[in-house]
């Protein structure tokens, strides 16, 4: 039985995060996989993101394939996601994907 952890966290507090070398206990794995993105690690991304099979975690997957360069795997993962394939800058797109999913 998976339990999901309440992490009440802020985009300051995300941010902050970042300096850290393990991601803050309690992140969902989409949320770990855009915090390794940030870390520049793009592999340990892709394994968190692909942990999640839901929605949240196919985001973070379409965008992460979008920074890749693999534009048709992107757009599976934006439809799985049930999300528009995005054309705004990369760092925007980060972004407005961490905003959403803190809430």
């Known amino acids: 039985m998976m339990i999901k952890l309440e992490l ?3 985009l300051d507090d995300f ?11 309690g992140l969902t794995h989409a949320l770990a996989g855009l915090w390794w993105d940030a870390k520049g690690d793009w592999t340990r ?6 942990q999640d099979e839901g929605r949240e975690g196919s985001w973070v997957h379409a965008y992460l394939h979008r920074k890749e ?3 048709s795997n ?22 407005g994907i961490v905003k959403a999913l803190l809430g």
């Open 8 to 10: 009440k966290m802020t």
């Open 15 to 25: 941010r902050q995060s970042l300096t850290a070398t393990e991601p803050p206990a």
């Open 45 to 50: 991304a892709h394994e968190s993101a692909q």
């Open 69 to 71: 360069g693999d534009h």
């Open 74 to 95: 992107a757009a599976y993962w934006y439809s799985r996601a049930g999300k528009p394939v995005c054309r705004d800058a990369l760092d925007a797109e980060w972004l």
